[in-house]
């Protein structure tokens, strides 16, 4: 997806360990969001950014941090992983749909997380 | 922010047929957006339509809006095989770029040969 990746794309731990997402932009949108997708949960917001060092709690966001310390990137982080965050997540950034006075996101490719 | 219901939960079609999903939420908003999923990859964004808006149309696709019911609908015609996806929508009450949208669990549209 053109202007935003994460890393890494697959990973597989242990129950108790740390794990970090990262998610980079080179558009340089002010804000940024973590999702998961679960079946049958659709997509839930963890956390997101409105700039830098400006963060706030989505509808999941308990046994999850973030930090934006630049504006391209935006870290998740697991502070101990535990087998229900088994999911695959998402990270995104919003623009200003040309024309609409909207903004619209666009989505990274996934990074699939496993707690075994 | 405020979740969309997406109806069907699944929707099997042949080549060429048109397929038409439902979006049902629950309260005001600014601007509605559909996106769609491919398996295994991220949403990606398809059409909006703002409050004021009844009908747009991008390409094949064409959506409805009903401030009135809180529904949308989106309809894909002549489909094709590469339209298989899980299609989304979001409702959404803020403009600006703090668009905290959030999204239900999607249709998803099978298009066979």
């Known amino acids: 997806d053109a202007g935003i990746t994460q890393s890494p794309r697959h990973k597989v731990t242990e129950t108790g360990t740390p794990v970090t997402l990262r998610c980079h932009q080179t558009?340089?949108?002010?804000?940024m969001y973590w999702y998961r997708q679960d079946p049958g949960h659709g997509l839930r917001l963890i956390h997101y950014?409105?700039?830098?060092?400006?963060?706030d709690k989505g509808e999941v966001s308990d046994g999850y941090s973030v930090s934006r310390s630049k504006t391209e990137d935006f870290l998740l982080t697991l502070e101990s992983a535990t087998s229900s965050q088994t999911s695959v997540y998402f990270c995104?950034?919003?623009?200003?749909?040309?024309?609409?006075?909207?903004?619209?996101?666009?989505f990274g490719a996934g990074s699939r997380l496993t707690v075994l | 922010s405020q979740q969309g219901e997406e109806d069907p939960q699944a929707l099997s079609i042949q080549e060429g047929e048109n397929a038409t999903m439902n979006c049902s939420y629950k309260?005001?908003?600014?601007?509605l957006q559909w996106y769609r999923q491919n398996s295994g990859r991220g949403l990606v964004h398809l059409i909006l339509?703002?409050?004021?808006?009844r009908e747009k149309h991008s390409g094949r696709l064409r959506v409805t809006l009903d401030t009135s019911k809180k529904s949308s609908s989106l309809l894909i015609t002549a489909s094709r095989a590469a339209d298989t996806a899980s299609y989304f929508c979001?409702?959404?009450?803020?403009?600006?770029?703090?668009?905290?949208?959030?999204f239900g669990t999607g249709t998803q549209l099978k298009v066979e040969l």
């Open positions: 995104a950034i919003s623009e200003n749909k040309q024309g609409s006075g909207a903004n619209v996101l666009t």
């Open positions: 558009e340089n949108h002010r804000y």
């Open positions: 950014s409105y700039g830098v060092k400006d963060t």
């Open positions: 309260t005001s908003i600014n601007n």
């Open positions: 339509i703002r409050s004021n808006e």
């Open positions: 979001a409702p959404s009450l803020l403009t600006g770029g703090g668009n905290k949208l959030t």
